[in-house]
């Protein structure tokens, strides 16, 4: 007999982009469970040519289809077509005022946001990454909504070969990293304003490492340059551009701290990579950031930029709360497991009346 | 200010600790810094201006000089000659298109002082 077909689409896929890495985890986790499963998009980007289908070529007779949403798109009638049961899957939506007004980006956040009320009938039952996703949901007439972050696997983050940050050089400075593109909503000027202060306060040099992709023209960008010339931190701040994996998980293990001042996240990937790694992390309590740090991390609750970085100096010498934090992401890591992640998606399955020819161990028992 | 759900951080003491660093190390305040907000409404009031421009160009009446850059001589003498009769058949609709950009490109002449004056120079 042939299995059950849970496939997934979402529009655009891209290698090293959070969602599609969530999508390939989900496809081995639905494979590993016995269901058949492939992932369809509009726009496949570089590398992932043979790994993705096109979205026309998907045949849904029987099958579950997981609509990844994290933005609006051109296909919402060919979505409400397709004759399969639905499933959406939430990553939140960069808020419009962090684009340029007038801009694809500003308009396809807005058209999200409109598509999402539309997308419950069509798709009553839901996954969303975190409680702060799941509560916007609900809030729009979502009954069935279940939290799980089908977006990494810690067992492969930890196992990943890493390569050491090219020049960086050995001056025994302090090292500040956060990893995400550069973009409005992440707010990287406010960490380069930390910087300025952290200079001033560490006895030793300080370095802060953005990593993440950017566009030269993009207007954020060449702001961000400016508030680096302004205050004249050339030196200290590095934009790496996009890394290969080897390099980003280098990053992550020469960090001191993994600082994260972003107004919006979605879920915040970097943030649990960061924990996996073991590196401390100070970040800002916005959208879904302080449920995803959990234990594992300080929470600030205002930008003010001096005290933020006199934080960051006190904690490079406090030996007492560095472990009480290590412990603490311990704690936050054991809910997000592989296994865990693999149980929550079977159960969800199961309860929207599909079968799963091989459940997790954990879910037979149950 | 500062929160944590891990067991064992004593939050009250950090906050002491780096305030106490602040008042010993009194570090220079940062130079001003636009919000970012500023920087993206002076670049979607860009984007428009240069749609403006390129409207503009087509409502004068003349086919734009884009489109007859690079023909053979004859091509561009032809391409004049069959835009006479649109210019006159379009000539209330130019009317009314310039008048039109006339009143955007005022209102948007009033965007930069807005789009500035929120930041007002100071850090958020």
């Known amino acids: ?366 | 200010m500062l929160t944590t759900a891990a067991p064992g951080v004593d939050v009250e003491r950090m906050l002491a600790e780096a305030d106490a660093l602040l008042r010993g190390a009194a570090p220079r305040p940062a130079p001003p810094v636009l919000p970012p907000e500023s920087a993206l409404m002076a670049a979607g009031v860009r984007e428009l201006r240069e749609l403006l421009a390129e409207a503009r160009d087509w409502s004068t009446g003349r086919p734009p000089e884009k489109a007859l850059v690079g023909r053979p001589r004859l091509s561009r003498a032809l391409l004049r000659v069959l835009f006479w009769p649109m210019r006159v058949l379009a000539w209330p609709q130019r009317k009314f298109n310039r008048a039109a950009l006339d009143a955007l490109e005022t209102m948007l002449e009033m965007f930069p002082a807005a789009a500035y004056s929120k930041g007002n120079g100071a850090p958020r």
């Open chain 1, 1 to 366: 007999m042939t299995p059950p077909s849970v496939h997934q689409f979402h529009p655009n896929v891209a290698v090293g982009d959070a969602v599609t890495n969530g999508m390939l985890l989900t496809r081995e986790l639905l494979r590993e469970m016995g269901l058949r499963s492939e992932i369809y998009a509009f726009i496949i980007g570089p590398g992932l040519e043979g790994d993705v289908r096109p979205y026309q070529a998907l045949r849904p007779e029987g099958a579950a289809l997981l609509v990844h949403h994290s933005h609006g798109h051109e296909l919402e009638a060919w979505l409400a077509g397709v004759p399969a049961r639905r499933f959406l899957v939430y990553h939140n939506i960069t808020p419009a005022r962090f684009f340029v007004p007038g801009s694809t980006h500003y308009r396809y956040s807005l058209l999200g946001r409109e598509m999402l009320a539309r997308h419950r009938e069509r798709m009553p039952a839901a996954l969303a990454d975190s409680e702060h996703n799941a509560s916007e949901l609900r809030a729009l007439g979502y009954g069935d909504v279940r939290v799980l972050p089908l977006l990494f696997d810690l067992d492969a983050i930890r196992r990943a070969p890493h390569a050491p940050p090219q020049a960086l050089g050995d001056d025994g400075a302090f090292h500040a990293l956060f990893v995400g593109r550069i973009a409005a909503n992440k707010c990287q000027h406010d960490l380069v304003q930390v910087a300025w202060y952290l200079r001033q306060l560490m006895p030793r040099p300080v370095r802060l490492a953005l990593v993440g992709e950017y566009r030269g023209h993009d207007p954020y960008y060449r702001y961000l340059r400016d508030v680096i010339d302004r205050l004249d931190l050339s030196a200290e701040v590095r934009l790496t551009g996009h890394v290969s994996n080897e390099e980003l998980y280098g990053w992550y293990r020469r960090a001191d701290v993994f600082v994260c001042l972003s107004e919006h996240e979605g879920f915040g990937v970097p943030l649990v990579e960061a924990m996996a790694l073991d590196v401390p992390i100070v970040a800002y309590q916005s959208s879904s950031v302080p449920e995803t740090v959990g234990p594992g991390g300080l929470i600030v609750a205002r930008k003010d930029h001096a005290r933020i970085a006199a934080l960051l100096a006190v904690l490079a010498r406090d030996g007492a709360t560095r472990e009480a934090l290590r412990r603490g992401r311990q704690a936050r890591l054991e809910s997000l497991s592989r296994e865990r992640l693999k149980a929550g998606l079977a159960a969800f399955l199961q309860e929207q009346g599909i079968a799963v020819p091989r459940p997790p161990a954990a879910v037979r028992a149950a």
